[in-house]
């Protein structure tokens, strides 16, 4: 199996910023892309972010020129650096990762359990 844990989050000011990070563990075979969404109360879920393997990105309109998504293939990681947060981006976000495991027949999507962001004055 495959675990993503988050770290990170926390309270900032509106123009402020905040890295994210996500670490996946466990028995991995391969790792495909990982990401980021994110939900708001009372919202869906959204798509952040993707990164593949090979380190191509793609980025929400929302987000795009505040929130830049790296990885370290090495360590089996992912992080968000978001700059100029606004309020509107206060949610719990969720790290993403489509993981092959060691003895499994294909691949699948695991999911990190949260961290809170919230931007206020």
């Known amino acids: 199996q495959v675990q993503l844990v988050e770290s990170g989050g926390g309270l900032v000011q509106p123009g402020g910023s905040l890295r994210l990070s996500c670490a996946a563990s466990g028995s991995i075979f391969s790792m495909n892309a990982m990401g980021w969404y994110r939900q708001a109360p009372g919202k869906q879920r959204e798509w952040v972010a993707t990164i593949t393997s090979v380190g191509n990105t793609n980025y929400a309109d929302s987000v795009k020129g505040r929130f830049t998504i790296a990885r370290d293939n090495a360590k089996n990681t992912v992080y968000l650096q978001m700059n100029s947060l606004k309020p509107d981006d206060t949610a719990v976000y969720y790290c993403?990762?489509?993981?092959?495991?060691?003895?499994?027949?294909?691949?699948?999507?695991?999911w990190g359990q949260g961290t809170q962001v919230t931007v206020s004055s």
């Open positions: 993403n990762a489509d993981a092959k495991p060691w003895g499994s027949y294909g691949a699948r999507i695991y």
